[in-house]
């Protein structure tokens, strides 16, 4: 239904993609066509193929070829300028393609093998590159040969991260000789090893010692597709209700209180629809990744309450594989509900020959900047896939199957519903 796509688009209409990235542009006339002239959909850019694609239940759908075009453009689409993204506590770039696309760039930090240090907070974690690229990854699917035929194996199914890839950024070439950003300009310089370096200007890291250096000036790191612009697409932000405290000594309500999710079943949006389902989604994607920065989500704001939370900003997660943070799973185990699709299919991850590790590792290998995480990384993702099915598994013990697994399957045609 209209009312479910996020923009209504007709094969005639005419438009601009210069105004992604100049929203002023729209306005300078009535004649507005793509490069070559033509108008049809098929002709437009992979980015706003996936930007007319979102609709009320996910970013984008299960075959949309768009998607695997639109990450092969991440990697190969020339970059025309670069700029410093404001707010955010780490460096992070904006780059535009020459076909007006744009993505957020974020640099590598830390080496595959490196584990956050033991004496960091959550809020002071690095914000690592392969985890933006590998948690797109665990939020869609994979397809796997299996029994000599081929079947489609899914991982979360979920398709709530919008399209992220990794490249090989030439620091000279590609973001120092493009930019107009004159701050970001100023703090490149070359080190004493003779390697091409700069550090921006950020809340955190960003200063001579915690400067990001290419070999010579070649870095790596992910690029997610940008979401369309806020004037096209409105968003909501919304406070999660398992927010940590984000303070050195202070809990948060949900730490102390064992009762907490009963209050938050009473207070819009969560007495209602299927909110308090999306979160326990985002609980269990979170706990695998080992992900505790998820203070706030957002939502599309022409979709109201009914539609899914975007998985933004993953950088945060893979830090530790010798760790298990059992705190990201609270909100499962005080609200007992998870939703029928995301049971069967977390059960499925467990079976030896679906192995979430396994198919996790084959499908990043399909990234440009592969091989994506370490591998005791990936041994840790089974291990807390086996602690989600304990923690649904008590949770059923406790309070029984049909009051904690929420039936989400159209029974007539064996599907998820829409309202999932």
């Known amino acids: 239904a209209d009312g479910d796509l996020l923009f209504n688009v007709n094969s005639d209409i005419r438009f601009n993609p210069r105004a992604a990235e100049q929203p002023e542009w729209q306005n300078e006339d009535h004649e507005e066509f793509l490069p070559t002239g033509e108008t049809s959909i098929d002709s437009y850019p992979n980015w706003l193929k996936f930007h007319i694609g979102i609709n009320r239940y996910e970013l984008y759908s299960r075959h949309n070829p768009a998607i695997e075009a639109l990450l092969q453009d991440l990697v190969s689409q020339k970059i025309t300028s670069v700029a410093m993204k404001s707010g955010g506590t780490q460096l992070k770039l904006i780059m535009t393609f020459q076909n007006y696309g744009q993505a957020l760039f974020k640099p590598m930090k830390q080496t595959r093998e490196q584990e956050t240090p033991p004496d960091f907070f959550y809020f002071s974690d690095y914000e690592r590159h392969n985890a933006e690229i590998a948690a797109f990854h665990l939020d869609r699917q994979v397809k796997q040969i299996c029994i000599k035929r081929k079947v489609e194996i899914l991982i979360l199914d979920f398709r709530r991260v919008p399209p992220v890839a990794g490249r090989l950024v030439n620091m000279t070439r590609e973001i120092r000789d493009v930019t107009r950003d004159k701050k970001l300009w100023r703090t490149f310089f070359i080190s004493p090893a003779n390697n091409i370096c700069f550090y921006g200007e950020c ?112 950088g945060r997660g893979f830090g530790k594989y010798s760790h298990d943070e059992l705190s990201i799973l609270v909100p499962l185990n005080q609200c007992c509900r998870i939703r029928k699709s995301t049971y069967l299919r977390l059960q499925l991850l467990a079976k030896e020959e679906y192995k979430l590790s396994l198919l996790m590792k084959e499908s990043l290998l399909k990234d440009k900047i592969a091989p994506i995480l370490y591998q005791p990384h990936l041994e840790a993702m089974d291990r807390r896939l086996r602690i989600v099915l304990k923690a649904v598994s008590d949770c059923i013990e406790k309070d029984g199957y049909d009051n904690v697994v929420e039936n989400d399957f159209n029974t007539d045609v064996n599907t998820v519903t829409t309202e999932r």
């Open 203 to 314: 809340s955190y890291y960003c200063s001579t010692e915690h400067a990001l250096c290419g070999k010579p000036d070649q870095i790596e790191g992910s690029l997610a597709a940008f979401l369309p612009d806020l004037s096209l697409a409105k968003r909501k932000t919304w406070r999660n209700p398992w927010r940590r405290s984000y303070h050195k000594r202070k809990k948060a309500e949900w730490e102390v209180d064992p009762d907490y999710c009963e209050e938050v079943k009473q207070t819009p949006p969560y007495d209602s629809g299927t909110r308090i389902l999306d979160i326990m989604d985002m609980t269990v994607f979170d706990f695998l990744m080992g992900n505790m920065d998820r203070h706030h989500y957002e939502t599309f704001e022409k979709f109201g309450n009914e539609t899914f939370i975007i998985h933004l900003d993953n």
